[in-house]
């Protein structure tokens, strides 16, 4: 029985993902591995073979559209990738690079906000970037039904920025991989 159609937006997932590519990847990885009820719809970039081996319960859509292929990640995100989810009847998105789609949906949107830098240490990043980020977040966090922070210091600082945002977030830690065990 299928309790849930859940689309994640994996496209930072890559052979050589660090940050937040490898969040998500084990963020999938573990859901694939506890969760056999409800129906996943990842997109992916095309011949991601880290995500050959998913239960049939997860769907992959894949796109050559990179996540920082900006501005035509954006335009695809709210193209071709809503024109998906509508059509399969998501009810739930999960956006964990920051970003939802611009025009109001259906589904329920989640987002998850790594950091402030662009707003705490704008010099620290390329300005472009900087500005991207202080363009792109607002719009995500006022979209979103609500927004998962990794740390408290995230999310102190998001309703430090966004006053708005307390009511709609939760702090959920990133897990260690098999890798790491206690000393």
């Known amino acids: ?31 694939s591995q506890i969760d056999k009820s409800n129906e996943y719809f990842l997109f992916s970039l095309k011949g991601n073979e880290l995500l050959r081996e998913f239960p049939a319960n997860f769907n992959i859509y894949e ?7 900006h501005p035509l990640s954006e335009l695809w995100e709210n193209i071709n990738q809503l024109k998906y989810l509508n059509s399969n009847q998501i009810q739930v998105l999960h956006n964990p690079a920051f970003r939802l789609p611009f025009f109001s949906v259906k589904f329920k949107k989640i987002v998850t ?45 998001i309703c430090n920025f966004f006053p708005k945002a307390e009511n709609k977030l939760s702090i959920i830690h990133a897990a260690a991989t098999e890798n790491y065990s206690p000393l």
């Not at 796109?63 to 292929?69: A, F, P, R």
């Not at 790594?114 to 970037?129: E, Q």
């Open 113 to 157: 906000i790594y950091d402030l830098v662009a707003y705490l240490f704008p010099n620290t990043v390329p300005k472009l970037f900087a500005s991207y980020m202080r363009f792109i977040i607002p719009i995500a966090i006022k979209k979103a039904d609500w927004i998962i922070a990794p740390s408290q210091n995230t999310a102190k600082d």
């Open 1 to 31: 029985v299928t309790l849930m159609r859940i689309a994640i937006d994996v496209r930072t997932i890559t052979p050589t993902s660090s940050g937040i590519g490898l969040c998500v990847y084990q963020l999938v990885k573990s859901l």
């Open 63 to 69: 796109t050559n559209i990179k996540v920082d292929s």
